[in-house]
């Protein structure tokens, strides 16, 4: 691909590491550079359809003379992501439902568990990541009755992650550091705990913040994955994993790889706008955080996947240094809406991490929570703007320095519903300065 809706167009290929995996050469004469992340569950070709709709749509609510004496280029980040399971793993049947019903959901629950670490070995692909997943699905059947096993399954887990990205945002530092028998036992989700603001209509149920495909009894039926006893914790350790590597690769494709890109092409542009959607907003505030540039002019952050304290001065946010430095010279764009089910899983589950019982885990007034659901929180008097995300044609007052909450329920239907002609809209008003 050489253009999108007449733009020039070049991908920046990176490794799980960040290393660059392509050269980027940009055509002459670029004013505007607008760098694009995709997020967890896109590979190349669907990365590709993200950016062919967003910038289609980008263009296409331009006005002729909006922005006057701008020759812009898009760079599309290309980075290895992996699918995680969003679902939130719930416990059933208890021991008065009978033998023959509790011996059904045990076999079901088993498979299901053999299956998904099956296919976390297309993420950790290293032999000895293998034969660890190998080890822990040895232990399934001793789940239920030995706190020997539940630690034994939780330590072969962990060594398959680099503990290098562990912090309080999402209780990742806990996760690494409590006993694993303690762990499955906090990670234990009843169906009392399920949120009706989320489940909606149709039956559907899910924590905030979690989401997915139907799943029931050793099959599927709604957002939530139901399995016997500590097997259900068991996949909730699975899938915050999962959340986990996701998580810190992002960090290290937009810390070793994205800001030495900007900092590389900055010479040859006046300014840079960032974009990011879902993990790929974790791309590029850690770009934004760790390059050297003083031309990042906007930085549009579309259903980020991580903590909605990521910011804030009070929480010991990790990306306040992009606030406190000033690394970004124009405004942050947030959207967030409740319709955004998938966003940053490991939310609700941190709250159980850390053994927090409350019913409304993952919303606003939760320590846990993702930006792309509650926006940015707790941030300082004066540093954020709190509006909606408006119809094409809206009136916008964006400010340099400022944080932007654009509550977008009324255009964003999903976690992936981010390339419509609104969502374009705001980012090229925010471009325009």
């Keep these: 691909m050489n253009d999108i809706a007449g733009i020039p167009y070049i991908e920046a290929r990176f490794n799980t590491s960040g290393a660059p995996e392509n050269t980027v050469t940009l055509p002459a004469g670029v004013t505007d550079l607008l760098i694009m992340s995709h997020g967890w569950n896109n590979n190349a070709e669907a990365a590709r359809a993200l950016y062919g709709g967003f910038f289609g749509n980008f263009a296409g609510v331009g006005a002729a003379d909006d922005l006057p004496g701008r020759s812009l280029a898009i760079v599309g980040i290309i980075w290895p992501s992996k699918r995680f399971d969003e679902r939130i793993a719930v416990e059933g049947l208890s021991d008065a439902q009978g033998s023959a019903s509790i011996s059904a959901a045990d076999a079901g629950s088993r498979a299901a568990l053999e299956a998904k670490l099956e296919d976390m070995k297309a993420l950790f692909t290293e032999p000895s990541q293998r034969k660890a997943l190998d080890e822990a699905k040895a232990l399934l059947p001793d789940l239920e009755d030995k706190g020997s096993a539940r630690r ?48 909606g209509a149709g039956g559907g149920a899910a924590l905030p913040l979690g989401a997915g495909g139907a799943r029931g009894e050793g099959g599927a039926a709604g957002l939530k994955d139901v399995l016997r006893g500590f097997k259900s914790s068991a996949m909730n350790v699975l899938n915050f994993t999962t959340y986990y ?11 070793n790889g994205v800001a ?8 040859q542009v006046q300014r840079i706008h960032l974009i990011g959607h879902s993990f790929g907003g974790r791309v590029v505030t850690a770009a934004a955080a760790a390059s050297s540039t003083d031309k990042i002019r906007s930085m549009s952050l579309l259903q980020t996947a991580f903590s909605h304290n990521g910011f804030s001065k009070s929480m ?37 991490i850390v053994g927090d019982r409350s019913a409304k885990l993952g919303d606003e007034n939760d320590v846990f929570g993702g930006l792309g659901r509650n926006g940015a929180q707790r941030m300082e008097s004066g540093e954020i703007v709190t509006g909606k995300l408006l119809p094409t044609g809206g009136q916008y007052a964006f400010q340099a320095g400022k944080f932007f909450n654009l509550e977008a329920s009324d255009f964003i239907p999903d976690h992936g519903g981010v390339t419509g002609k609104e969502v374009a809209y705001a980012v090229r008003r925010a471009v325009a300065g």
């Design 245 to 255: 590597e996701m998580k810190a690769r992002a960090g290290k494709v937009g810390t």
């Design 152 to 199: 034994a399954f939780v330590d072969k887990i962990r060594s398959l992650l680099d503990r290098g990205a562990a912090d309080n945002e999402d209780a990742s530092d806990d996760f690494f550091g409590d006993d694993g028998d303690a762990l499955m036992e906090n990670l234990k989700v009843d169906e009392d705990d399920l949120d009706e603001e989320v489940s």
């Design 260 to 267: 030495k890109l900007i900092d590389a092409l900055a010479p």
């Design 316 to 352: 010991n946010g990790f990306f306040r240094p992009v606030v406190d430095q000033q690394r970004v010279h124009g405004p942050i764009l947030v959207t967030h809406t409740k319709n955004d089910k998938a966003v940053g899983v490991a939310y609700p589950l941190a709250s159980r």
